[in-house]
């Protein structure tokens, strides 16, 4: 299977329209049954089976000597996308597709991709937050690919998208089901992760532009 293939509706060039014109108007995207339900599969079980197994790290918040742990803002588990299984090189691939295509839409100058897997047990939450800001970083657009097949509705766990000029407007809630793919500006967007009652995964990512200072990628601010 092609990386197109993978995720085809977020290719096709109507799609990658669509998802442009939303970036470019509104700061952010949400696409339903974007993502391959069989690599869904595959990487729902691939999170769950680390999770069962402590191959999962307690994530933290900020960088460098400044990262802490802190479950009273974020309770989520992660494992960063090293390309070690097929499944990850199928949506790496894909997310490397999409970068050209942003690049060639937006001129963002995107250098490189990079992800995790997110295991958000019941009652995890991640408070609302910006991924990057202005000037002090180089994540420039934030991703989210849902893998939890069978979301229920009462299930919780919706990531909440806040207007980017008023934090406390809501704008947007995402339910995390499989094949739910959403997109935002990494420096402008506020987002949270509301309480979840189920055992909830995703991918984060980020496209990123280069930042090396001294022959160090990306230092810590």
Known sequence: MTPSAMLSPALQPATQVALVDALVEQGWYVGRGIIDLGLCEALNSEVLHRAAYNGLDDAGIG???QHLLRKDIRGDAIHW?????????RYLNAMRELQQALNQALFLGLFEYEAHFAHYPPGAFYQRHLDSFRGRANRVISTVGYLTPNWPSDGGGEMVIYHPDDPSQEVARVLPEAGTFACFLSETIPHEVLPTRCSRTSIAGWFRRNASLGGVLDPAR
Do not use: F, I, M, P
């Open 63 to 65: 960088r460098g000597q």
């Open 81 to 89: 996308l090293d390309r070690e299984s097929a499944a990850q090189r």
